[in-house]
């Protein structure tokens, strides 16, 4: 089969690959027909993340049709988040805290390629007519959808009464402030050093978009602030920009340096949550929402075939596309 294949920093080779090993009971063998380009394949592509390494399949955003067994010829979305099923959290419906998870593309090939191996019980039901590039972004959007969950939980007031702001405009910053808008939020701010991507956020309403390097929001004036980027420059802005009694969701993974001003958010009363992942939960009501059509117009998806995947990598490394999400087609 082809599949595009990371082999070292800054480098992937669309390739002929070995097709995946025949299903075992309780495996399904998917044809891919859409896989997204997320954040964390970029991180690997930078050499950064020490839990992806090459030579190594990535993508894990993806839907496709069943190939084998009872549900031969069903449309499928792929939840990538392979858990136990079985520890306190599994059984809690908190998969992503699982021990022994794994995520397909990671250590696991992922569905950058025409086919895959995953467990069935990792498969989501598809609505029949939806676009597979929308259905592709389920993970994104449970991702999404699991930073606002959170957020509600200990927010002093309802979210649509709320002041946010969500830095980075990549798929999860946009998605939050979508979300963010389908729950009523009249104040949506989101931030991005990236031109193109600030004028894609102003094309399709994302929000009140501005330039963190040019000039932030006012200080101290938002009930929530959704961190997509997390870098120690984003925590320390998230620290300054959140009111007292608000919350910061922490949800971006660049890297691991400092930023966060715990003065501040201890004098404060300011709550720090950290989010991973999604629950099945999430990713059920993201394929709610994004077939219902909640999240408006996802027309700033950017399509390419597989084979260029290459040129998909370098685009968004050289910050030379303003698509919040490439998709990409074996
Ligand atoms: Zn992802
Ligand atoms: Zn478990």
Same mark, same amino acid.
């Given at each position: 089969m082809k599949?595009?294949?990371y $082999?070292?920093t800054?480098?992937?080779?669309?390739?002929e690959?070995p097709?995946?090993?025949?299903p075992?009971?309780?495996?399904?063998?998917?044809?891919?027909?859409?896989?997204?380009?997320?954040?964390?394949?970029?991180?690997?592509?930078?050499?950064?993340?020490?839990?992806?390494?090459?030579p190594?399949?990535?993508?894990?955003?993806?839907?496709?049709v069943v190939?084998n067994?009872?549900? $031969?010829?069903?449309?499928v979305?792929?939840?990538?988040?392979i858990s136990?099923?079985?520890?306190?959290?599994?059984?809690n419906?908190r998969?992503?805290?699982?021990a022994?998870?794994e995520?397909?593309?990671?250590?696991?090939?992922?569905?950058?390629?025409e086919?895959?191996?995953?467990?069935?019980?990792?498969?989501l039901?598809m609505p029949?007519?939806m676009?597979?590039?929308?259905?592709?972004?389920?993970?994104?959007?449970?991702v999404?959808?699991?930073?606002?969950?959170?957020?509600?939980?200990?927010?002093?007031?309802?979210?649509?009464?709320?002041r946010?702001?969500?830095?980075?405009?990549?798929?999860? +910053?946009v998605?939050?402030?979508?979300?963010?808008?389908?729950?009523?939020?009249?104040?949506?701010?989101?931030?991005? $050093?990236?031109?193109?991507r600030?004028?894609?956020?102003?094309k399709y309403?994302?929000g009140?978009?501005?330039?963190?390097?040019s000039a932030?929001?006012?200080?101290?004036?938002f009930?929530?602030?959704?961190?997509?980027v +997390?870098?120690?420059?984003?925590?320390?802005?998230?620290?300054?920009?959140?009111k007292?009694g608000?919350?910061?969701c922490?949800?971006?993974?660049?890297?691991?340096?400092?930023g966060l001003? $715990?003065?501040?958010?201890?004098?404060?009363?300011?709550?720090?949550?950290?989010?991973?992942?999604?629950?099945?939960?999430?990713?059920?009501?993201?394929i709610d929402?994004?077939y219902?059509?909640?999240?408006?117009?996802?027309?700033?998806?950017?399509?390419?075939?597989?084979s260029?995947? +290459?040129?998909?990598?370098?685009?968004?490394h050289?910050?030379?596309?303003?698509?919040?999400k490439?998709?990409?087609?074996?």
């Amino acid at each position: 089969m082809k599949a595009l294949v990371y $082999t070292g920093t800054q480098e992937v080779q669309y390739r002929e690959e070995p097709s995946p090993v025949q299903p075992l009971d309780g495996e399904a063998l998917l044809h891919i027909d859409a896989c997204g380009l997320c954040g964390s394949d970029m991180h690997a592509y930078h050499g950064l993340d020490a839990r992806r390494v090459p030579p190594l399949i990535l993508g894990h955003e993806a839907t496709g049709v069943v190939q084998n067994g009872e549900r $031969t010829g069903e449309r499928v979305i792929v939840n990538p988040l392979i858990s136990c099923g079985c520890c306190f959290d599994c059984l809690n419906g908190r998969t992503n805290l699982c021990a022994e998870r794994e995520l397909i593309g990671m250590r696991l090939a992922g569905a950058f390629a025409e086919q895959i191996v995953v467990p069935e019980k990792n498969l989501l039901a598809m609505p029949a007519d939806m676009d597979v590039a929308h259905a592709s972004l389920t993970e994104p959007t449970a991702v999404s959808l699991h930073c606002v969950a959170l957020v509600e939980r200990v927010l002093a007031r309802p979210i649509s009464e709320a002041r946010t702001l969500v830095i980075g405009a990549g798929a999860i +910053g946009v998605l939050a402030a979508l979300v963010l808008q389908s729950k009523g939020c009249s104040e949506v701010y989101i931030g991005d $050093t990236n031109a193109l991507r600030r004028a894609t956020a102003e094309k399709y309403n994302f929000g009140h978009v501005y330039d963190p390097l040019s000039a932030e929001p006012e200080a101290g004036s938002f009930d929530v602030v959704i961190d997509a980027v +997390g870098s120690g420059r984003t925590r320390a802005s998230s620290s300054q920009l959140v009111k007292p009694g608000g919350v910061i969701c922490h949800a971006g993974l660049q890297d691991d340096a400092d930023g966060l001003d $715990t003065r501040r958010l201890t004098l404060q009363e300011v709550t720090f949550i950290g989010a991973y992942t999604y629950s099945v939960a999430d990713l059920m009501a993201s394929i709610d929402a994004i077939y219902s059509g909640k999240l408006g117009s996802l027309e700033w998806l950017e399509k390419r075939p597989l084979s260029d995947g +290459g040129s998909a990598f370098a685009d968004v490394h050289n910050g030379v596309t303003g698509a919040p999400k490439i998709v990409l087609y074996p």
